[in-house]
């Protein structure tokens, strides 16, 4: 069965680096999103993506937050200087459809800022 | 802005036992689509089981069940037969239908499921 993957599992950084957070959405998915749950947290929405174009963003992604798809395959989110508060469990997720389908997650990656 | 309660933080079950983890939300759209996902200690999201709002039966999973109450906004989940593997945080989501809108998820804060052997 076809499943959105991600890496790395675990990425530890330091306060103000640039951290690269990689997904591979299902094959034949059009719409991409990024969600992060802080531990402790309930799982918040942070941007979703189709078309090479952000259709929707939260209030956390800011100009700080950055995504990607560079090569038809790789969904990414770049986070350009890192805070403390950014430590989180980041999941990227994928739908086929915008009106109905179901968005299947990746296993998430864990990042430690310190 | 869409919300989802989720009132039980913890629950536990006998192995074998059935429990209903409670969710209610509240929303001023009559089309839209609720969710229960699993997060077992790894931490990856898992779907359990979907309902679209239009839909009056209540979706059924092997042993994962939902009573949906439009009315009262309120879905919750029956687990029938606990099985230790069963034993995570259940997570309850909302999303409206996305034509002309927002597809992204609303999450409760989740229930914690403990599965006694």
């Known amino acids: 069965e076809p499943e959105v993957t991600q890496t790395p599992s675990h990425q530890v950084t330091q306060m103000g680096q640039e951290v690269i957070l990689r997904c591979v959405p299902i094959s034949n998915h059009l719409y991409f999103y990024w969600y992060r749950q802080i531990l402790g947290q309930k799982v918040e929405f942070l941007v979703s993506f189709y078309n090479n174009e952000i259709s929707e963003k939260s209030e956390i992604f800011d100009d700080q937050f950055s995504v990607e798809r560079p090569d038809g395959s790789n969904f990414t989110l770049k986070i350009r200087s890192t805070k403390l508060e950014d430590s989180a469990m980041y999941f990227c997720?994928?739908?086929?459809?915008?009106?109905?389908?179901?968005?299947?997650f990746g296993p998430g990656t864990r990042l430690l800022v310190l | 802005a869409q919300t989802v309660t989720q009132s039980q933080p913890e629950m536990s079950v006998q192995e074998a036992e059935t429990v209903t983890l409670s969710c209610t939300y509240d929303t001023s759209e009559s089309d839209y689509y609720l969710f229960w996902y699993k997060q077992p200690p790894s931490r990856q999201m898992i779907l359990v089981i979907r309902?679209?709002?239009?839909?009056?039966q209540n979706a059924t999973e092997n042993r994962f069940s939902v009573n949906f109450q439009k009315a009262a906004k309120s879905f919750s989940l029956k687990i029938s037969d606990s099985q230790l593997g069963d034993a995570a945080m259940y997570f309850c989501?909302?999303?409206?239908?996305?034509?002309?809108?927002?597809?992204?998820?609303?999450f409760g804060k989740g229930t914690k499921l403990t599965v006694n052997p």
């Open positions: 309902q679209e709002a239009y839909k009056q």
């Open positions: 989501a909302y999303r409206r239908d996305g034509r002309g809108g927002s597809e992204k998820l609303v």
């Open positions: 997720a994928s739908s086929r459809d915008r009106h109905q389908e179901t968005q299947y």
